[in-house]
């Protein structure tokens, strides 16, 4: 089975404080691409960041940061110093390599609140 | 400025009346493809398409038709809308492949009644 699990439905944080939100991915495959895309309030899905399975280097962009951890399945995404304008639902999705790279798994995604 | 532009943004319509809701991309992408959105199950990808005149279903097609007759426009086509089909859609594109990083349009939220 091929399958993305974002257990936290909802998160509800007041503003400053760390967040992580976690993505556990499921492939036989061993060639794959994981993302992370947000949806802001407004309703387009913004892309965050790509990783493929080969690279486990974990990476930081300001405030973001993401923990890749193939030995887990899993693709966690750390918000650090969490702002209002972070309050979006966040989408972690999955490519197998299989089929081409046609595939684009989503996960049920987390709506994250940022309160004041 | 680079963007997708769905339309329309918001429609209602009753079960059987055939509705078309247009995309439209910029930025010469190659690959273009069409999104459902509903809640708990994230998005599911109902047709992609690689270049003009290849498309190809997704997860869940039935009841959808698309074409791909110029590289910039990819309409959605509802031929006999259900009410199971209400969702959020959104349209997307990248230049190659679902792969590389996808532009997403600003939803389109229909109601089928």
């Known amino acids: 089975a091929q399958k993305v699990t974002q257990a936290q439905t909802e998160i509800s944080v007041v503003e400053k404080e760390d967040v992580t939100l976690d993505c556990v991915y499921e492939t036989r495959d061993t060639t794959y691409y994981l993302f992370w895309y947000k949806q802001p309030p407004s309703g387009e899905l913004v892309f965050l960041i790509r990783r493929n399975s080969f690279d486990e280097q974990n990476e930081i962009s300001g405030r973001y940061s993401w923990n890749f951890q193939k030995s887990t399945s899993s693709f966690n995404f750390t918000i650090t110093a969490s702002q209002v304008v972070d309050s979006a639902v966040y989408f972690c999705a999955l490519i197998p390599f299989s089929g081409g790279y046609n595939k684009l798994i989503f996960g049920a995604g987390t709506r994250l609140a940022v309160h004041p | 400025e680079a963007q997708v532009t769905q339309n329309p943004r918001y429609l209602i319509t009753v079960t059987g009346k055939k509705l078309t809701v247009t995309c439209s991309q910029n930025m010469n992408h190659e690959y273009m493809s069409w999104y459902r959105q509903d809640p708990g199950l994230g998005l599911r990808q109902i047709y992609y398409?690689?270049?003009?005149?290849?498309?190809d279903k997704g997860d869940v097609p039935e009841g959808y038709k698309v074409s791909r007759k110029e590289k910039r426009n990819f309409p959605l086509i509802l031929e006999s809308p259900s009410p199971n089909q209400t969702s959020l859609y959104f349209c997307?594109?990248?230049?190659?492949?679902?792969?590389?990083?996808?532009?997403f349009g600003s939803g389109t939220q229909l109601s089928v009644l």
């Open positions: 398409s690689m270049n003009v005149e290849v498309t």
């Open positions: 997307a594109s990248s230049w190659t492949g679902i792969q590389e990083k996808l532009f």
